[in-house]
């Protein structure tokens, strides 16, 4: 669609307020969850607030809200300001800027409808290796309980960091919303290769996260004969080789299997591998297709270092199943959509997101827009301007419906 100049001027204005925050030399940014830094994303999404004449506050995670009404029964519009290490400017930062385009039209039609925008302490793992901290812990989502003790990248646990801005990690469940909405970038390469405008989320995919210990010999590269090595990377070689066998045999039922991280001891060149650890991420929107990805895994890893002579073990360290978004809510998204003439399609989202923490207390909706080459959490990631002003358009007229 068409959308008015002083709205693209506008959105773009609101993407440059928070352009250099964390800006790295690389190019990227770095504004890990909990951090000074996240600190100056919120700071500047208050003060972006209050231009638009919006009541600002803070819950008792540091979770920031922007409210046109004090009225209970809101809609609840969100995402998050933190991202990875080196990361793009869009991921999280888009949703934000989509719900302040939301709240500037509510404003110019006079649109009688209790809006908040929400924005999100922490979404990323980067900092603490825990996803979704400040929504899973008002939420009370059962897999952000007891998490104070995890480590920031500068050696503090979360209960230290909290202790000293004075949050809570045992907080109120948050109430009154009646709907949560969210715009994502869609981290793949769905929406650009089939040239449509917009996605509109039905499940987003569960992960499963492993930790594969192994243990061989570290021994002389040179002294030591092919035939009498215990080599803990040849045996990772193999296991990594074989969850990528896993994964392709469950993509048909849209599951993927990654090992993202291989640490290898004493990682010396004249030093045969004695110990392996592998990072393990596996994902689904089936839990059958979960389970025997989980299972073939570990058979298959057991199997392969009892050949190697390889001590094994593996530990899982998170699991989180499938979330549906609300189907009223899709087809609501859908059809507002089409009445603004912008392409979309259904489609799943194979990452996290914050919405995943409030599908079980509240109707839950997502929308994707695209991204270039579906690049994410890389200095690389781009989106349009105009591809948020068409997502934010989306969700607006989604919300003119509910008004009636």
Known sequence: MEHQIADIQYCEHLFNQFY???STESGG?????YTKTEDRMHDMFVKLGSSLNLRSYQDQVGNTYLANSADDGYYLIGSHLDSVIEGGRYDGVAGIIAGLMVMKWAAEDGLKLPIRIGAFRCEESSNFGCCTVGSGLITKEAYKQDIGGLVSKEGETLEEVFKKNGYSLHPAKITGIK?????????????????????IVTT??????????LRGMAEHSGATPMSMRYDALCAAAEIILEIERIGKKEAAYQSVATVGVVTNHPNVLNVIPGEVELGVDIRGIEVSSLNRMERDMKEAAKQICKNRGIEYLDEKIGDIPPIGMSDSVELGLERAAKRLGISSRRMISGAGHDAMSFANI???????IPCLKGISHNRAEFTSILSICDGARVIYEYLKGEAV
């Open 20 to 22: 250099d925050i964390g």
């Open 29 to 33: 940014v770095t504004r890990l969850g």
């Open 179 to 199: 709907q949560y909405l969210e715009l994502h970038i869609e981290q793949g390469k769905v929406l650009e290769e089939c040239q449509t405008s917009v996605g």
């Open 204 to 213: 987003i995919a569960g992960p499963r996260r492993f930790n594969i210990y």
């Open 362 to 368: 509240c109707e839950t909706g997502m929308v994707f």
